[in-house]
């Protein structure tokens, strides 16, 4: 989990409750901090290196996309690699099969959420 919460809070229980009721709420917290799928979908187009990325979202801070980066990396989503080569060293992103795996889900998603808006017009089909 990327924020850790503090036991007894309203939150934590709140979290504690939806996860019994169901479990697509740990997978739901899991990706859904700020700019993580933004950042896996850069890394999949071919943004692999911090300071594109950085560049292609200016408004991210350097602490956060490194935070993100390393949580992806963790989730197994997109690998670090470390070119070493004389200074400076190099590191590249790169999307991994379970990253394209869940891509594909956020891309049925959106697909989901431009058929089935769930604005104020009830939720009926486009």
């Known amino acids: 989990m990327s924020t850790e919460l503090k036991p007894g809070t309203s939150n934590a229980c709140n979290i504690t409750a939806l ?61 670090k690699v470390i070119i070493k080569q004389k200074p400076p060293q190099h590191i590249n992103y790169y999307i991994s099969d379970k990253g394209l795996e869940l891509l594909k889900v956020i891309d049925d998603l959106h697909k989901w959420g431009l058929k089935w808006s769930l604005s104020a017009d009830g939720g009926e089909e486009k």
Request: proline fraction near 3%; charge should be neutral.
């Open 19 to 79: 996860s019994l009721a169901c479990e697509v709420n740990d997978v739901l917290r899991d990706i859904s901090p700020r700019w993580k799928m933004q950042i896996l979908h850069k890394v999949a187009a071919g943004v692999g290196q911090f300071s594109t990325l950085k560049h292609t979202f200016p408004s991210l801070s350097d602490q956060i996309l490194g935070k993100r980066l390393g949580e992806l990396v963790s989730d197994e989503l997109i690998l």
